[in-house]
Each structure stands twice: as C-alpha cells, then as structure tokens.
C-alpha cells in the first residue's frame, strides 16, 4: 500500500503532552551561580554565567548557557530535553565546548511535578579511563528560580553531590 506525503505528514505531527508543557517553564533568559566542588580535598569553586532557554515546536526545549566552568575557563553550553510518550521518559543532550563528549539523558518527573531528574552516563572525573554513572536534578522552587544539582554514582554504591546551580529568571 502506498502512503502519500500528506499521509506520512499527518502521522509524524506530534502533539504536545503534559510532559512537553512542563518543559515549556524552562523557557526564558536565566542567571545562574554555581558550586562546585571535584574533591573532598579541594575547595569549592564559584563560577556565573548566563542560559536562554527556547522552545523548538512545543516539544523540545534548548537551553544555551555562557559562563565561567570551575577548571575550564569560559564555557558555552547546550542543553535539549523533550519527552517521549512511548518510552515515557524525558530524553534530552548536553554538550560543552569544554569537551567532545555527547551526554545522553533519560529520565523522569516526581510525582509533585516539582522535580526533574536525569539519568547519564559519562567519563569518570577521577582521571581514570572508565565512565561512571551521573544524575542531574532540576528543582522549581518558584516560576523564577531552579536549582540543578549534580551527582556520580561512585564505587563505594553512594551518590556522591558535586555540583549546584541555581537559576534566577531575568525579566
């Protein structure tokens, strides 16, 4: 059976979802001030930057920051994050100009629709040639200010918090 373009069209239009408007709170230029702190041995590190955050078609969001990255000098990165009605997860990237590194994310909303926390996998920060597991975390604690906080899975079984952000929305 032949299927017309309009056809196919009709099909690959997809509708935004709850999920997909939960994303849309992200949207917005952002300040963000960071801690980050790579060992119980060192001193944390403060750094500042700034993230505009777009929609791409109600489903996706992409989120660009430009600051300071505590040990790498000035960054840019780039965050997308949708969410997939089959899989019933939110998937999304982050990339930096920092490192060649594509970071793939899954991962799911609490029930209170408050908290947002995302699965990867990524290169081990002990220097050493393996990969660990990470969480990130994005909490609203208001419509103008989140918090992203960051975690590895490390060997001793424990989430080990390494790094926090909080966003302040810009008017």
């Known amino acids: 059976m032949e299927t017309t373009q309009t056809q196919q069209d009709s099909t690959m239009q997809a509708v935004p979802q709850k999920e997909h408007q ?28 700034t993230e505009r955050v777009r ?37 999304g990237t982050w990339v930096g100009s920092m490192m060649t590194y594509l970071w793939l994310y899954e991962g799911e909303l609490d029930a209170n629709e408050k908290v ?25 604690k208001s419509d103008n200010h989140r918090v992203m906080t960051s975690h590895v899975l490390g060997d001793d079984g424990q989430w080990h918090h390494f790094m926090t952000a909080n966003y302040q929305r810009q008017p």
């Open 55 to 91: 929609s791409l078609g109600g489903l996706w969001v992409l989120a660009e920051g430009q600051g300071e990255m505590p040990g790498c000098g000035t960054a840019t990165t780039l965050i997308t994050l949708g969410y997939d009605p089959q899989k019933q997860r939110y998937l």
């Open 116 to 140: 947002l926390t995302l699965h990867s996998d990524g290169p081990a920060m002990t220097g050493e040639q393996k990969m660990a597991k990470y969480k990130d975390v994005i909490e609203f």
């Open 22 to 49: 939960w994303l849309q709170k992200l949207i917005g230029e952002w300040t963000y001030e960071t801690e980050v702190t790579m060992g119980s041995d060192q001193p944390a590190e403060k750094a500042t930057g």
